[in-house]
């Protein structure tokens, strides 16, 4: 059993949403590093080094890596011997969303209607996702999502004679037709299988992963590694003007499905890709 | 072998006519930001036959919504916003003679002949690399529509800022390859 105070959680949200906006990850420094290093059209390299100088300046001068600094979705896992005083764990994190929002001088890009979009002021809420576990651990998968990436996500439900070969032309599909508004380079997350609400939580939930790490099944990673190799082929490069990198990664997370269906969500991010990891 | 040029706002017909598919540009002058809800609002001002709240002729539009100025700074993180979510919008605006938008991401065929007809180019800013494109932002003032927080219209002094010509007056365009 154990007690986690609504402070703890909050302090922890607030820092992990301004760091997440300011610092991007070691993963992704290396991978588009490595892009540039590698990138043979000379523009498509210029535009990859000034995202390593933007997260340089973004870094030193305690500035957003991109104006839009998302909205707030978190992955959490929390033990049956938890609990949490005060207001509860939703209501935590969404303070803790409020807290860094405001200290860290972030963009507010949330809506509390969707019809009548007047800005919330606060960028609450977040988006949440739970998962209860057994035990004491609360970890949190916070993610800063922007709205320009996701935009140019989809949901299929293909059938399933489609089979593994529809799936990456699916998602090779999306990536294609969405052209350079993602802000290339991107990051791919796939779900493959559940039900229709289930692939594309799959698909946001794989994006926690790093970069530099293979998927744990040897069939799923060479399942993302054709995927990447067929998305780069495309040629859309950085910022859609060309290039050998479209792509910095493609991760495929999969689930059990109904016998008549074959769900599939490609959830696309760009390469401000803010994740941190709470563990508490 | 790709030109360098330094443009000053506002632009004349000489300014455009120089710009090919895929140069540089560096701009300096005042520019405007604006986006879907600012585009929304100007729009209904011109069918009721209201003063917009810029002016038109010459001008360039980006479109950008920047984070908040931490003290001591003109202004925020300042990248650009997907383009062509104000191309249902921003032929309007070519018709009163803004002459350059900022933004990023392919706009529609019906906004490239717009662009064509009214000899206006699409500059390309890169996405993401927003507090780099901040540094290049020397004055920021909102100018209307403060309620809409980062969709404002503001008023921005940019010495340098440096951007890609994505379409120029003759049909280039770098989105096609």
């Known amino acids: 059993m154990r007690t986690i105070e609504f402070e703890t959680i909050a302090e922890a949200v607030a820092d992990a949403a301004v760091d997440a906006a300011r610092v991007l990850p070691d993963d992704v420094l290396c991978a588009?590093?490595?892009a540039r290093d590698r990138e043979t059209l000379p523009l498509a390299k210029e535009i990859l080094g000034q995202l390593l100088d933007n997260a340089r300046v973004a870094?030193?001068?305690?500035?957003?890596?991109?104006?839009?600094?998302?909205?707030?979705?978190?992955?959490?896992?929390?033990?049956?011997?938890?609990?949490?005083t005060g207001a509860?764990?939703?209501?935590?994190?969404?303070e803790g969303v409020r807290r860094g929002y405001e200290r860290g001088y972030l963009r507010k890009s949330v809506v509390a209607d969707p019809f009548e979009r007047v800005n919330t002021g606060d960028n609450t809420p977040a988006i949440i996702h739970f998962d209860l576990v057994e035990g004491d651990e609360l970890s949190i998968g916070f993610m800063a999502k922007g709205g320009g990436c996701e935009n140019m996500s989809r949901v299929?439900?293909?059938?399933?004679?489609?089979?593994?070969?529809?799936?990456?032309?699916?998602?090779?599909?999306?990536?294609?037709?969405?052209?350079?508004?993602?802000?290339p380079p991107i990051i791919v997350g796939v779900g493959v299988g559940g039900s229709f609400e289930k692939a594309a939580?799959?698909?946001?939930?794989?994006?926690?992963?790093?970069?530099?790490?293979?998927n744990p099944s040897k069939g799923l990673a060479a399942l993302e590694n054709e995927i990447l190799g067929r998305v780069n082929a495309l040629g859309i490069g950085p910022q859609g003007l060309g290039g050998d990198t479209t792509a910095l990664g493609v991760h495929v997370e999969v689930f059990p499905c109904h016998i008549a269906s074959l769900p599939v969500a490609v959830n696309i991010e760009c390469h401000s890709h803010r994740t941190r990891r709470i563990v508490l | 072998m790709t030109d360098v040029h330094v443009l000053t706002t506002p632009l004349g017909d000489e300014d455009v006519a120089r710009l090919r598919a895929g140069d540089r540009v560096r701009i300096s002058g005042v520019v405007y930001t604006a986006r879907d809800a600012a585009h929304r609002r100007m729009i209904d001002c011109l069918d009721r036959g209201e003063p917009l709240p810029i002016p038109v002729e010459g001008q360039v539009i980006y479109y950008a919504g920047p984070s908040p100025a931490p003290p001591g700074r003109v202004i925020g993180s300042a990248g650009p916003t997907t383009s062509y979510r104000m191309d249902a919008y921003a032929p309007r605006l070519l018709e009163l003679g803004l002459r350059a938008t900022i933004g990023k991401g392919a706009r529609s065929p019906e906004m490239v002949q717009a662009m064509m007809r009214n000899q206006a180019v699409y500059l390309a800013a890169i996405g993401g690399a927003a507090a780099l494109i901040a540094s290049s932002i020397k004055e920021c003032e909102v100018l209307a529509y403060p309620e809409l927080g980062p969709?404002?219209?503001?008023?921005?002094?940019?010495?340098?800022?440096?951007?890609?010509?994505?379409?120029?007056?003759?049909?280039?365009?770098?989105?096609?390859?």
């Open chain 1, 201 to 214: 939580i799959l698909a946001k939930q794989s994006l926690l992963r790093r970069l530099d790490e293979p």
């Open chain 1, 88 to 94: 509860g764990i939703a209501e935590a994190i969404n």
């Open chain 1, 156 to 183: 299929a439900l293909l059938t399933p004679g489609q089979g593994r070969a529809g799936v990456i032309n699916f998602v090779v599909e999306a990536v294609r037709s969405a052209g350079g508004n993602p802000c």
């Open chain 2, 151 to 177: 969709e404002a219209v503001r008023r921005l002094v940019v010495e340098d800022f440096p951007a890609i010509v994505a379409n120029d007056i003759y049909g280039g365009n770098v989105y096609e390859r």
């Open chain 1, 32 to 34: 588009i590093t490595g």
């Open chain 1, 59 to 84: 870094r030193d001068e305690c500035m957003p890596l991109c104006q839009d600094c998302g909205l707030a979705v978190c992955f959490v896992r929390i033990g049956s011997g938890v609990t949490v």
